[in-house]
């Protein structure tokens, strides 16, 4: 992960970053992932999805803290959410088939760390362990039950919003939520990071 995104989470103020994310934010990437060059036998030139998702984790964090510091009201965070949420379900012509199906998948993942912040917002969390939450949510799947699946594997990343670890966990490479995973995934990485650079911040002050 870039290490501007892990400064960003740091640096821009709480309300700043709510107010950031906006149209025009969304619309930057799409001319951002236009513009690149994409090769799938190279997954360096792929890197610009993996940082939109990165963003999107990182926007979410922001307006978690700014209501938790009260900057923000919590009705403020929800409507910010719900914005994020609607761009989110917005059919994007990137005028490449490749770019297309590339970033349909990568809002998918985004998808579930708005969810999750949403969840995570709520004060819900669950209380069962992540290991019979990815249980459940296997099982729904198999029952044909993507929705409730996608909704159960959102309640995990709620749990690590609210800083609870994510232990080491299989996820199954044929699975249709794998999509959800790599948003876990987005989660848990942005979040260890930005503990890592706290930690150095207070070492040198």
Partial sequence: MD??????????????????????????????????????????????????????????????????????????????????????????DLGDDIKNDLFVMTKESARLVVRAAEIALSGKISKKSFEKLLEEALKKEKEGKVEEAFEVVAMMGAKIFKNEKLPELEFPEESELLEYFDGLDAINTVILLSEIDAGESQEES
């Fill in 3 to 92: 290490s501007y995104f892990v400064g960003q989470v740091l640096y821009i103020l709480a309300y700043e970053a709510a107010v950031m994310y906006d149209e025009k934010w969304f619309n930057n990437w799409i001319e951002r992932i236009k513009s690149e060059k994409i090769e799938l036998d190279n997954i360096d030139t792929l890197e610009v999805f993996d940082k939109f998702l990165e963003d999107v984790v990182v926007a979410c964090y922001n307006l978690l803290r700014a209501v938790k510091e009260r900057e923000l009201k919590k009705k403020e965070a929800e409507e910010e959410l719900k914005k994020m949420k609607e761009m989110l379900e917005r059919d994007v």
